[in-house]
């Protein structure tokens, strides 16, 4: 490497790294140090260190110098004469001469870029922007940055929400400086951090933060939650108890819970870990220190979960094994082979019935309880809920929410797993026949049960998870053109 480029190497660098890491605990905190894992709740005021600002156009006229000395040594390496038309270049002239050229033009555009991001800046109306009177934080004012120090500027903070951030440690959630500068807190401790960019956004910006930003931050440690200790895989997986729950999927009861039991609607949180056949584990929700929430029988698990949690009790803990055929069958992901048999250990910490969730959900109906009519061509339907106004028509563009079963009871589809209304113009052929039938004379607000029989459903070809010749059930809510 030329010594000219090195030179201008080692100046760059040593930019670079004005603002080198630095932690400095201001106060004491107790309990247990935290460690990567650990869901935990911090509040923090951050703020932009303008000296970095300031040396943002040093970086960048360090850089237009390597890339000078850099057009320089090409020339030289191919012993050209002529290079940007100059002839018997003298090198030594060329570089200082471009250099103060391009010194001056990036010196205005920087001055002014600097002023436009530094000077307009009152900091004492960033920090009055939030009410930080709302919280009384007589300590943390008294280590923050005065608001006359030119040198940092506020750019974020958490205290005057009253909410602290919640997020898991050494997962990648937070920034690298985060990341490394909080490991070892103890609940209340206070920390302050100086992070050069490379362990912040980078050459990345964001709202009040310039690219290539260096950063400092008071962060404070309102609590976490204990570690938590891994599922470990069985040495002896065959050995456990299993019982057959259903076809493809075996069960065993490690701790029969004695809470509320896990039932259609119910809003579930579990800890979990997954593991191949193998014993590779695959996922845990102990990696991340929080539950898994769910809602049973919104079609968002798998068929095993969906079968093996039923009826399971808070505060049990329970095993399962799951065939591909009720887990992920032939489709493959990342950390999982298609057509894999997979184990669960699932504890169960709570179940909750939400009356919201309960009432945008269909439930498989029992049909021997309904009143049905006889439908055209074979349909049968129940009206379970009436509804009022003009009745849908042939051109008519009709939007409805449904859910699909087979007779057994598999839900095969459903528009409000999806969160999507459906639509349709009846009469125009775009759906099974029995849906033509069955819903023209829907009234809007109203919601049928519908009993297709195979002739008027998919027949004997079957669809996609519908066997052919299944009679299928639908339950239909009509919303309208």
Known sequence: MPKLKFFLVLLMCSACFAVPFKVETVR?????????????????????????????????????????????????????????????????ALLETAVDKRKEKKSKKKSKEIEKEVAPVDTAAAASAVDSSAVP??????????????????????????EPLEFTLGLGLVIAGWEK???????????????????????????GVPEYSDLFFIVELVSADPPMEPDVFPKNIEGLGWREAAKGLKIHDEKVGSGKP???????????????????????????GRPLQVVMGAGKMIKGWEVGLEGMREGGVRW????????????????????????????????EEDEAVIANMDFFPDTTALTFENGPEGLRYAIIK???????????????????????????????????????????GRVIRGWELGVQG?????????????????????????????????AVEYLGE
């Open 320 to 351: 399962l094994r799951v065939a591909p055929a009720m887990g992920y069958g032939a489709t493959a992901y990342s950390m999982i082979p298609s057509n894999s048999t997979l184990i669960f250990r699932v504890e169960l910490v709570s179940s």
């Open 442 to 474: 829907m009234l809007p607000g109203e919601k049928r049960i519908l009993v297709v029989p195979p002739g008027l459903g998919y027949g004997a070809r079957g669809a996609g998870p519908i066997p052919g010749g299944s009679t299928l059930i639908f």
């Open 386 to 428: 009436q509804g009022e106004g003009e009745p849908a028509q042939k051109g008519n563009v009709a939007k409805v929410h449904y859910t699909g079963w087979l007779t057994n009871g598999y839900k095969f589809d459903s528009s409000r797993d999806r969160g999507q209304v459906f639509g349709f113009t009846l009469g125009a």
């Open 181 to 207: 500068g909080l490991v070892g807190m103890k609940p209340g401790e206070v920390r302050k951090l100086y992070v050069p960019y490379q362990m912040g956004y980078g050459e990345n910006s964001l709202e």
């Open 28 to 92: 004491e905190g107790s309990g247990d140090s935290i460690r990567a894992g650990q869901l935990i709740r911090v509040h923090y005021k951050s703020y932009v260190y303008l000296d970095s600002v300031k040396i943002l156009a040093e970086k960048a006229r360090l850089a237009d110098s390597l890339r000078i000395a850099d057009s320089l040594r090409l020339a030289n390496d191919f012993n050209s004469d002529q290079v940007a038309g100059v002839t018997k270049v003298d090198t030594t």
């Open 262 to 288: 896990a039932v259609v609607g119910s809003v579930l949180k579990t800890h979990y870990t997954g593991w191949l056949l193998s014993g590779r584990k695959f996922g845990s929700s102990k990696d991340i």
């Open 137 to 162: 934080m007589t300590f943390i004012d008294s280590i923050a940055p005065a608001s006359s120090d030119s040198r940092f500027r506020l750019f974020s903070e958490s205290y005057s929400g009253g």
